[in-house]
């Protein structure tokens, strides 16, 4: 989802740092309409590699936001799992960033983020020779990766490995968007328009965001709504049903924004996914050592903190049990 029409592209990374032997590459696949960007951490020889997918809003292959979150947790998320001789390709989502000239960033929908998906494993497969790539979404892009597994008519699937679910929603985005609202006590005041632009976007009827109270336009903003009624309609439950690769849910248990609720119901789904619930884990996969919300927040705002070390190794011990997928080709 996106709130701001355009963000400024950012400054190609052309190399840096070597991590676990690994140096950073920029890489390219096809955009709609001009290139998709993004970050290679090469894997081991004969390594896996998983394509980061991020989450919503304007969140750049860092796993940074222009609207407070700082966290940086798909690029320590890369490092850690580069440290393990596993590969990642982290990505400035089209429209976004160096991404910006791809396409029209809110005149999207899950499809054509999945579409783009697609781009990217053909891309990655073609660079690095790896047989097949794994998904890795977070959060919203746990959707995205859903959409892209879907089997169909000229679905490439031998090109995934698997999914892996970071922190993603299981229920429908309006239940999750309820909930939510619900649960904080300051929005009381904001509550019904909330609860009753949900109720208008569900039906496919557009909300004049203009008569909202100002903590719910940017949610609401003209040019996101038609993102939203694509994104209500969808079921993750569902999809996660007809997935048929090697998954893994991966859900924190100090998340504040999507809750354990949300992976029993993945799980439930498809009962033949690995679940690693963790109960210190945060939203942007931080450790977090109380239940204290101002705690919680303030690691969104730290790269300092080192991403949690029970993600990496929930992650690279399922895809290392999976050995027959990463053969080269």
């Given at each position: 989802m996106v709130v701001s029409t355009m963000i400024a592209p950012?400054?190609?990374?052309?190399?840096?740092?070597?991590?676990?032997?690994?140096?950073?590459?920029?890489?390219?696949?096809?955009?709609?309409?001009?290139?998709?960007?993004?970050?290679?951490?090469?894997?081991?020889?004969?390594g896996p590699v998983l394509l980061i997918i991020p989450g919503s809003g304007p969140t750049n292959r860092d796993?940074?936001?222009?609207?407070?979150?700082?966290?940086?947790?798909?690029?320590?998320?890369?490092?850690?799992?580069?440290?393990?001789?596993?590969?990642?390709?982290?990505?400035?989502?089209?429209?976004?960033?160096?991404?910006?000239?791809?396409?029209?960033?809110?005149?999207?929908?899950?499809?054509?983020?999945?579409?783009d998906v697609r781009s990217w494993v053909a891309s990655i497969r073609a660079r690095t020779g790896a047989a097949c790539v794994w998904l890795a979404g977070h959060s919203?892009?746990?959707?995205?990766?859903?959409a892209a597994a879907q089997p169909g008519e000229g679905q490439d699937m031998d090109g995934l490995c698997g999914v892996i679910l970071l922190s993603t929603p299981g229920r429908p985005l309006g239940v999750v968007m309820r909930e939510q609202f619900k649960a904080n006590?300051?929005?009381?005041?904001?509550?019904?328009?909330?609860?009753?632009?949900?109720?208008?976007?569900e039906q496919r009827e557009s909300v004049d965001a203009s008569a909202l109270h100002p903590a719910l336009q940017p949610l609401f903003a003209p040019q996101v709504?038609?993102?939203?009624?694509?994104?209500?309609?969808?079921?993750?439950?569902?999809?996660?049903?007809?997935?048929?690769?090697?998954?893994?849910?991966?859900?924190?248990?100090?998340?504040?924004?999507?809750?354990?609720?949300?992976?029993?119901?993945?799980?439930?789904?498809?009962?033949?996914?690995?679940?690693?619930?963790?109960?210190?884990?945060?939203?942007?996969?931080?450790?977090?050592?109380?239940d204290d919300p101002a705690a919680n927040m303030a690691t969104y705002a730290d790269p300092a903190l080192p991403i949690a070390p029970d993600v990496v190794a929930a992650i690279a011990d399922f895809v290392s049990s999976h050995p027959h997928r990463k053969e080269q080709r």
């Open positions: 950012a400054m190609a990374l052309l190399a840096l740092a070597g991590v676990g032997g690994a140096v950073a590459e920029e890489i390219e696949a096809p955009g709609p309409q001009g290139a998709l960007h993004g970050t290679l951490l090469p894997p081991a020889k004969g796993g940074d936001n222009p609207l407070g979150v700082r966290a940086a947790s798909y690029r320590l998320l890369a490092e850690g799992l580069a440290a393990r001789g596993i590969g990642s390709v982290r990505i400035d989502k089209r429209g976004m960033f160096a991404s910006a000239a791809a396409a029209d960033p809110n005149a999207v929908t899950l499809a054509a983020y999945a579409d919203e892009g746990g959707l995205v990766a859903l006590p300051a929005n009381a005041p904001i509550l019904d328009q909330a609860l009753g632009a949900l109720d208008r976007l709504q038609p993102y939203l009624m694509d994104m209500l309609v969808h079921d993750p439950a569902a999809q996660a049903a007809r997935v048929a690769l090697p998954m893994l849910i991966v859900q924190g248990g100090r998340d504040l924004q999507v809750t354990p609720a949300d992976a029993e119901a993945l799980h439930g789904a498809q009962p033949g996914a690995r679940l690693a619930i963790l109960p210190a884990v945060n939203h942007v996969l931080k450790t977090v050592p109380s």
